[in-house]
């Protein structure tokens, strides 16, 4: 997106990663507004309101949230109950769910010092891809 001749994403993670940043959809095109996700329920929240819309970004904020998840606690239940938690806020979208499972299935198998970086890593690698 060109923002004042800036070409922006629509996502980015905060430079000290602990947080997202993305372009409320609400807003546009009328007004700019960014919105930070810092905690996973925030990501499930802009997924539910539409604060995210079109399919390739709302599998990017999940996977997102999946990484915060990581911040708070990277376990097997936790990330298996954030996975859940996140699919719920829209059913039906396909790359929602995508998303959600595979990090999951990335995540599971890394050790629990490892996941924060791996989980940033992969929803940076999905954000590049969208």
């Known amino acids: 997106m060109n923002v004042a001749g800036v070409q922006r994403r629509t996502?980015?993670?905060?430079e000290g990663g602990?947080?997202?940043f993305v372009i409320d959809q609400?807003?546009?095109?009328?007004?700019?507004s960014v919105a930070r996700l810092d905690k996973p329920d925030q990501?499930?929240?802009a997924i539910a309101t539409m604060v995210v819309?079109?399919?390739?970004?709302?599998?990017?904020t999940a996977a997102y949230g999946m990484a915060l998840q990581c911040l708070v606690d990277p376990t097997d239940a936790a990330l298996t109950s954030a996975a859940g938690k996140l699919i719920s806020?829209?059913?039906t979208a396909v790359n929602l769910a995508w998303a959600t499972q595979r990090m999951l299935g990335q995540l599971l198998g890394?050790?629990?010092?490892?996941r924060r970086g791996r989980a940033f890593a992969l929803a940076g690698?999905?954000?590049d891809a969208a």
């Not at 996502?11 to 905060?14: E, S």
């Not at 819309?53 to 990017?60: C, D, E, F, K, W």
């Not at 890394?110 to 490892?114: F, I, Q, T, V």
Request: proline share 14%; no cysteine; hydrophobic share 50%.
């Open 110 to 114: 890394e050790p629990l010092a490892r």
């Open 53 to 60: 819309r079109g399919a390739p970004l709302i599998g990017v």
């Open 89 to 91: 806020a829209r059913p």
């Open 26 to 32: 609400r807003e546009l095109p009328h007004r700019w």
């Open 125 to 127: 690698a999905m954000a």
């Open 43 to 45: 990501v499930f929240d």
């Open 18 to 20: 602990d947080a997202v």
């Open 11 to 14: 996502i980015w993670p905060g």
